[in-house]
């Protein structure tokens, strides 16, 4: 393994610029650019109740192949995206709105992972290029960059901010301790390539999904397996609950599955008959559960009754990622092969 190696003088000015960023010194936005509309456009929280009244409400343009992944930051202020054109494009939300405010440039290949840190401060992207890398948020300006044999695929960072997980294609995960740069731990256990990393809110579990249809949840204390699951497809995304008892996992096996984090069991499953799954997200209260597919479509279901609430359509192509605001206001999605992001919600007074 490779970490690329800095001169003393900028690893101080990477040292003196991570402690900025998570002491809230990090400079203002800038680079403002693609200003959507000036007035407010104020939404519902989406609902069990409301769902069938989802509709488009934006339409970010500006990737110029597919968007692979989407992340919304925690305090819900900022959307970044991961797109095959080599690029993650971060924008800034606001009033029901949205408009970029940086281009994240510097990778060589598909950058497939994207993820905010737990102060919004931080963004991690993993790319085809074989690397890992971490940018101020606010800033667009690349702080580390971490050398993996393969492909990187999935990224997340611990809810601490202490360290960065990332995947890769061989398929290994590495923990990445962020003060110092060095690996602190290599994760085996996977057969095929790596997709998604997601870390628990109290970071006491990671869990990782793979092509091999497996999914393994990891003690972060050790970072031992504690449960080895499986779908009979690729798994690619996870979902935890809030308070880290279930985990959410989306296949191409057309299903999502519900695990007891504890137990390692399967508690229920949501299918869809007509394609292929590639994300998991749910609503503020964990009512509502959204799934992005193959077939270009966006599913609502209602996690108590287990029953579909509403279909959303709009992109062309592969729906191939999607997120829940923290507020659960607005869920964003990423389109594979239309190669823009969709925001959706419900207008107040609509």
């Not at 003393?8 to 693609?34: K, M």
């Not at 692979?68 to 993650?88: E, K, M």
């Not at 960072?157 to 110092?180: H, K, N």
Request: proline fraction near 2%; charged fraction near 20%; include cysteine.
């Amino acid at each position: 393994m490779k970490i690329k190696q800095m001169s003393a003088g900028r690893a101080r000015l990477f040292v003196t610029a991570l402690c900025a960023v998570f002491l809230g010194l990090a400079a203002p936005i800038v680079n403002t650019t693609h200003a959507q509309s000036s007035s407010p456009l104020r939404l519902e929280p989406i609902t069990v109740e409301n769902a069938a009244q989802v509709e488009e409400i934006g339409t970010l343009e500006g990737h110029t192949e597919g968007v692979r992944n989407l992340a919304i930051s925690p305090d819900g202020t900022l959307l970044a995206s991961a797109s095959f054109d080599d690029t993650s494009r971060v924008w800034k939300l606001a009033d029901g709105r949205a408009y970029e405010i940086a281009t994240l440039t510097g990778h060589t290949d598909n950058v497939i992972g994207v993820a905010f840190s737990q102060n919004s401060q931080l963004i991690a992207t993993g790319s085809l290029d074989n690397t890992a890398r971490v940018w101020d948020a606010r800033r667009g300006e690349q702080l580390f960059e971490f050398f993996h044999a393969s492909s990187v695929t999935g990224v997340a960072f611990s809810p601490d901010g202490r360290y960065l997980a990332s995947g890769d294609y061989t398929p290994l995960v590495y923990i990445w301790d962020l003060s110092t740069g060095e690996a602190v731990y290599e994760l085996t256990g996977h057969t095929g390539v790596m997709d998604t990393l997601v870390f628990s809110a109290d970071g006491s579990r990671l869990a990782s999904s793979n092509w091999d249809g497996s999914i393994i949840i990891w003690d972060t204390a050790s970072y031992q397996p504690l449960h080895t699951v499986f779908h009979e497809g690729d798994v690619f995304d996870l979902w935890f609950s809030r308070d880290g008892s279930r985990l959410y996992s989306a296949a191409f096996d057309s299903t999502v599955r519900v695990w007891d984090v504890t137990t390692g069991e399967e508690i229920t499953r949501f299918t869809n008959a007509s394609s292929s799954l590639f994300s998991v997200t749910l609503n503020t209260d964990e009512t509502v559960l959204a799934v992005s597919s193959q077939d270009s479509s966006i599913y609502l279901w209602d996690v108590a009754n287990e029953i579909q609430l509403a279909t959303l359509s709009g992109h062309n192509g592969r729906a191939m990622a999607v997120h829940f605001t923290r507020d659960g206001r607005m869920l964003a999605s990423a389109g594979g092969d239309d190669y823009t992001v969709r925001l959706w919600g419900v207008p107040a007074g609509g």
